[in-house]
């Protein structure tokens, strides 16, 4: 069954997609999986685990996950994300070993603002995507993607030890914190009522440690990964119970898990790495031009520099699109046609919106396919969605 769909201008659009393989239910081997501080707190709310990219984490609570899907756009959600790496870089050579890592420019940070970036190889591919932070105590903060651990954390102390042999100063710490992120138009109004700081000098992508509900050491950090004001805290294991439990006592506030995270980032237009990047995907086809710094861009002194900058002024051969449609929802894997029945390119992600009522999904296409309003077809499974 073929679908007639629409490119669309942007790619902020409402989803569902787990994919099934970092998500899937718990067996009955008893899979050995990681656990967060706050593994009894979910089963004491209800919380339903699933295996994600190694731990054990709650796809959702005793609400639907539509239910909390746009509770969190009306109000705000409490997401437990204490599976993400969380290291510190620390030395005077800290930027000069991010830089020798990463697409962005790390050097013109201000104290305590951050920035997405990616780790590229030198095909230009994408191993993974990140955040990191220029602290004003003296050290990079890192926060990268769970199902890349291992990866990015060997990556990271491959790095240090080279620098290390050469003389440089530079060290690795790996974090155990909890990172617990409150999403929504009213999470700034309740984490307000904790602490002594003023979160409007807190703007998007900036951080600053400060006592959260009795809570000390608590790195707050303007961010998120569902499109709406928010922020992610990065609290020491001990108290993370304690300052969950004290911010579910909002009313405002409730529990979300790992379905409505995935769908609202994808409203957001934000990836996932694995299904819609990965290191067969450069910067440019992916659509993050802009994470590319503009001396690193000039200087072509990253990983993949070579293939990725020529892109930006060339013609690259696919990218990553927004669609939309109506009828049956597409489907990650789904074959993406154009109007004469001619394969040009895959979905990676796709479902039913909770917030448009339309189905929505992105993928990508070739170049001449991705103005917006392009009409293109996507090949659907004969058999019932669920």
């Not at 790992?258 to 609202?264: F, I, K, Q, V, W």
Request: a neutral charge; glycine letters at 10%; proline letters at 5%.
């Amino acid at each position: 069954m073929q679908r007639v769909v629409s490119v669309v201008a942007h790619l902020g659009f409402r989803l569902q997609a787990l994919p099934p393989a970092l998500c899937r239910p718990l067996s009955c081997a008893q899979d050995v999986l990681r656990r967060t501080p706050l593994y009894d707190f979910h089963l004491a709310h209800g919380g339903k685990m699933v295996a994600f990219a190694g731990w054990s984490l709650p796809v959702q609570y005793r609400d639907s996950h539509t239910d909390s899907h746009l509770h969190t756009r009306q109000h705000c959600s409490l997401f437990d994300v204490s599976h993400m790496l969380q290291t510190k870089i620390f030395g005077s050579d800290r930027v000069k070993l991010m830089e020798s890592l990463v697409v962005g420019d790390i050097a013109e940070l201000r104290p305590n603002q951050g920035t997405l970036s990616l780790f590229t190889n030198e095909a230009g591919g994408i191993l993974d995507d990140l955040i990191v932070t220029n602290t004003s105590e003296g050290h990079l903060y890192v926060v990268s993607n769970a199902g890349c651990w291992e990866k990015d954390l060997a990556l990271m102390q491959d790095k240090v030890r080279e620098l290390q042999n050469q003389g440089r100063d530079v060290g690795l710490e790996v974090l155990d914190n909890a990172l617990l992120a409150l999403q929504g138009p009213t999470a700034a109004q309740v984490l307000q009522a904790s602490v002594a700081d003023d979160l409007k000098k807190l703007p998007f992508m900036t951080s600053a440690v400060m006592e959260v509900f009795g809570v000390s050491g608590c790195r707050v950090t303007r961010c998120g990964y569902t499109g709406e004001d928010g922020v992610e805290i990065s609290v020491p294991a001990a108290g993370a119970v304690h300052l969950a439990t004290a911010l579910l006592k909002n009313p405002e506030v409730k529990l979300a898990g790992l379905a409505a995270r995935d769908s609202l980032r994808l409203e957001a237009g934000l990836c996932l790495y694995g299904n819609d990047i990965d290191e067969h995907t450069t910067p440019v086809e992916g659509s993050l031009s802009w994470t590319l710094g503009k001396r690193r861009r000039a200087a072509m002194d990253f990983p993949g520099a070579k293939v990725i900058v020529p892109q930006l002024k060339g013609k690259v051969q696919r990218r990553r699109v927004g669609l939309m449609c109506e009828g049956a929802p597409m489907r990650a894997h789904s074959p993406i046609l154009n109007m004469e029945g001619t394969k040009i390119g895959t979905v990676t992600s796709g479902c039913p919106s909770p917030s448009l009522k339309k189905n929505v999904a992105m993928g990508y296409v070739p170049c001449e396919y991705s103005r917006p309003g392009t009409m293109l077809l996507v090949e659907l499974p004969s058999g019932p969605c669920f």
